[in-house]
T-cell receptor, first 116, second 115 residues
Framework: DTAVSQTPKYLVTQMGNDKSIKCEQN?????MYWYKQDSKKFLKIMFS???????INETVPNRFSPKSPDKAHLNLHINSLELGDSAVYFC???????????????FGEGSWLTVV | AQSVTQLGSHVSVSEGALVLLRCNYS??????LFWYVQYPNQGLQLLLK??????LVKGINGFEAEFKKSETSFHLTKPSAHMSDAAEYFC?????????????FGTGTRLQVTL
């Protein structure tokens, strides 16, 4: 019963390829996120969607395109992969307007992307 | 803009010793503060959070943190370290826009527990 699940967990691919990471949450949250953790473990937000609407876009290259078919899913598609895209990508979700858990963001297990 | 600073990228303690991981924040509004833990090759797990209720917050696995506004700090402590506590710990501050909560993380502190 994983709350925030993302696939694949590990992905090794060549430069120039296009790849996607899928994310699903079963917490009933209306906001989902993508965070990137670089090789130095630094975590930074990339995107946020609320009810399928893009809310946060943190100057991420256009090669990264998030897609939210519904509020329970947020996928990340990456075009023309570069070596520097190697990182761990975390999907997350929250319900900002909730009086109980509003500010708490719940993370998935991460997707380890290696570009060779 | 909000930010957090974690002092010490690496902390080593003996099993049974006190754990103290430091976090200072900067925020123009009353902050929401969090500690997350990341075990090797795993995701981020919420340890505890401060949301303007009690200043002493208790979390999972025996951890607690105290919010001190005068010191702009939110240090994480545990009275007695266990080998299983070895992990990376991240302090974070949240900016809630109403439709999204944007977390700004510190650079992390790796906790090593030795026998």
């Amino acid at each position: 019963d994983t709350a925030v699940s993302q696939t694949p967990k590990y992905l090794v691919t060549q430069m120039g390829n296009d790849k996607s990471i899928k994310c699903e949450q079963n917490l009933g949250h209306d906001t989902m996120y993508w965070y990137k953790q670089d090789s130095k473990k630094f975590l930074k937000i990339m995107f946020s969607y609320n009810n399928k609407e893009l809310i946060i876009n943190e100057t991420v290259p256009n090669r990264f395109s998030p897609k939210s078919p519904d509020k329970a899913h947020l996928n990340l598609h990456i075009n023309s992969l570069e070596l520097g895209d190697s990182a761990v990508y975390f999907c997350a979700s929250s319900s900002p307007r909730s009086s109980i858990s509003g500010n708490t963001i719940y993370f998935g297990e991460g997707s380890w992307l290696t570009v060779v | 803009a909000q930010s957090v600073t974690q002092l010490g990228s690496h902390v080593s303690v003996s099993e049974g010793a006190l754990v103290l991981l430091r976090c200072n924040y900067s925020s123009s509004v009353p902050p929401y503060l969090f500690w997350y833990v990341q075990y090797p090759n795993q995701g981020l797990q919420l340890l505890l959070k401060y949301t303007s209720a009690a200043t002493l917050v208790k979390g999972i696995n025996g951890f607690e943190a105290e919010f001190k506004k005068s010191e702009t700090s939110f240090h994480l402590t545990k009275p007695s370290a266990h080998m299983s506590d070895a992990a990376e710990y991240f302090c974070a501050v949240s900016d809630n826009t109403g439709t999204a909560s944007k977390l700004t993380f510190g650079t992390g502190t790796r906790l090593q527990v030795t026998l």
